[in-house]
């Protein structure tokens, strides 16, 4: 249900719309829809880093084909070519399932995530509660994108522990068990 693969080869049609979309609470996020169990998933996990005094927020989860496109115009207007290893195409974002969140931290913006507590715990913790970072450091060759600390995909928890286990990118296990 939530094994969906969304990259540069496997994209969604413009009119998809997950149908179970909920806003995630302001407590948790500073905007944003995503799926219901993603959303209840990311409650726990992060009530459960706040146990550790970690704040985890989410900066973005769902976006529309049309929110993607108008961001990826806006990416390659700055960066041309480049702008693709960095922000998907319209179509190609995993945003536009419902299941992708941008996090961030109550001192550190994004960009800066990897460099916090909470990206530490979270590279241990996220796949106990179905997440996986999606973008791991030094594969881009595999994503076909640059490395996003900050970036997390919902599979449910039996997928992302798989995954998580298998020391592999989303691409790679999908390939082998699909």
Not at 82 to 94: F, V, Y
Not at 147 to 175: C, F, I
Request: glycine share 6%.
């Amino acid at each position: 249900m939530y094994d969906i693969l969304v990259n540069k080869e496997y994209g969604l049609p413009s009119n998809y719309i997950p149908d179970d979309l909920i806003e995630i609470d302001k407590k948790y996020s500073i905007k944003g829809m995503a799926r219901i169990d993603a959303v209840n998933s990311f409650i726990k996990m992060v009530e459960e880093a706040l146990k550790y005094d970690l704040h985890i927020i989410n900066e973005s989860a769902y976006r529309s084909f049309d929110r993607q496109k108008e961001l990826y115009e806006i990416e390659y207007n700055i960066k041309k070519e480049k702008a693709n290893n960095t922000i998907a195409l319209p179509g190609h974002s995993e945003h536009q399932t419902g299941l992708a969140f941008d996090l961030c931290t109550n001192t550190h913006g994004m960009y800066e995530f990897a460099d916090t507590d909470e990206f530490t715990w979270l590279s241990k913790h996220a796949h106990e509660y179905g997440f996986i970072l999606r973008y791991p450091k030094d594969k881009e060759d595999i994503t076909g994108y640059d490395y996003e600390p900050w970036h997390y995909r919902y599979l449910g928890v039996d997928l992302a522990t798989k995954v998580y286990e298998s020391g592999l990118t989303y691409e790679e296990y999908y390939k082998r068990h699909h």
